[in-house]
Each structure stands twice: as C-alpha cells, then as structure tokens.
C-alpha cells in the first residue's frame, strides 16, 4: 500500500507454473526458478526477467554429518535423492563437476527428508534454507554444500514480467512499485528476522502449522545468499552482469541457452534511482 499497491498473492507450489499465469495477463509478477523462466521464454513466453532474490542459489547437497558428502566427487558410488523436478539442475551438476550418470544412483525422492534421516540414502538435493533445518529439528545433523561453490553458481527465485508491463506506463508504474516493495520486504527481514518469521507462522502461514523456529533459522540462512556483497552495493534483487554471465553458462550445461536480453536491469534502476531504499 506504501507504493501505491493493492496486492493479491495467488496460490504458488510446485504444480503451478507462473510463467503462463504472469504471461496471460493474470498476474502481473511472478516468482520462478531460473531454468524454468528461460525456457519459458525460450519456447516464445513473452516475459522479461527484472531481478532475483538468490544471488547464489540456495540448491545444496545435504548428507549426514556423521558420514559426510564434503564435494562432488565424494558423490561417486553413493545413493543421492532427487525429485524429479530436480533433475534437470542435477544433470547439469554432474556435468559441470565431469561426473558420469552411470557413477552414482539415484533415488526419485519428493520433497521429503525422511529418507535421508532413515538412512536409506546417502544424500539429498534440497534448499539450504529449507531441508537441513527441518532435518535439525527432527534431531539428525547434517552438513551441507551449495551447487554454486562447485562449478554450478546461478540465480534464482527471479522475477519475472511481460514484456508489455514494461512498455505499458500505468503497468510499468506498478512493477516497479512492486519490487520497490519486495527490496524493502527482504530489507525488512533481514533487519528483524523474528518479525519476518512471525508473518510467514501468524500471518501469511497461520493455516500451514509452520514453525517458528524453522522459519526464524530459514530467514536467517537466507540472508548470505540474497544480501550479497553484490547487492549491498547495488541493491537488493539486482543482477550484475558478472552473476548474469555466470547463470547463463550454468543453464547451458543443462541444456536451456539463456541469452542476456532475456535479463533486464530497468526496472531495478527506477527502483533505486527514486532513491526510496536509501
């Protein structure tokens, strides 16, 4: 409302792509993760990427401490879980450390910990601010090691637009409201996590059963990888062409060819130039 927004927030998940819902006018913003924004708009989505909040992706590989996978390597010749949504990343991971498929096994998990905490495999591919926190709450410590500081650095949860939003002045208004707002939102949180961790358990999360202290060390786990140096000097959710670069030549090893005109760093540059996050 401070920037002139009268915001609905649609159901999100897994099994809702907001490519089509942000392309088809439904939406004006939405939230996705990079491979899949690109290939959206390498299959013709007319949408533009303004910004992400993960300047290092937190994609990770989670073992047990007390038989830890410390690198890619150590990969080799254990059992790894992997959702099928995953897989894509996990190919090109392989590829960008020169491992072969055929060197590891792989257990088609779905967004569950338990195999891990069961033993029944080795390792698992989850978020560094989601998976090994729930696994510290069920008491089983892990140890942990993201894609990006092994040959796999990209951004994510970007921001995605049409590209007639930008054009469209009253629209383009509107977005950069928008991410004026969400800045100031991860600003916000990371200024006074148990704040941003009351919302997401009281407010926004009350019907979930979240818990607060998952949601207080998530917050907290966050901050490292979307307030970078990067970002503290340019500003939250920007794009240096440097990180740009990178991302590009991850999604190539997966085999989706992001192009830098698909990166856009317009919107953020009103952002900032109104100078409301000084």
Known sequence: QQNGLNVTVLPGGPNVAPEPVVASGKALVGVTHTAEGVQAIVNGAPLTIVGAAFQKSPTCMISRASNPIKTPKDMIGKTIGISDTN?????????????????????????????????????????????????????????????????????????????????????????????????????????????????????????????MAQQLASVKAEQALVATPDTVKHGLLTMTPQVTAQTIKSLALGGTKATTAMFSSEVLSEVYKNGVLA
């Open 87 to 211: 897989m894509p990343i996990w190919t090109a991971f392989l590829r960008a450390n020169g491992i072969s498929a055929s060197q590891v096994k792989v257990s088609t998990v779905e967004f569950s910990t338990q195999p891990l905490a069961d033993g029944q495999i080795d390792a698992i591919m989850g978020f560094y601010s989601n998976e090994p926190i729930i696994l510290a709450e069920q008491g089983v410590k892990t140890y942990t090691f993201l894609l990006a500081d092994f040959g796999y650095p990209l951004v994510d949860d970007i921001y995605i637009v049409a590209n007639d939003s930008l054009t469209d002045p009253v629209k383009r208004k509107q977005v950069v409201g928008l991410m004026t707002a969400e800045a100031l939102g991860w600003k916000a949180a990371f200024a006074t996590p148990s704040s941003a961790a009351n919302y997401a358990v009281n407010v926004y999360g009350k019907d979930m059963k979240l818990s």
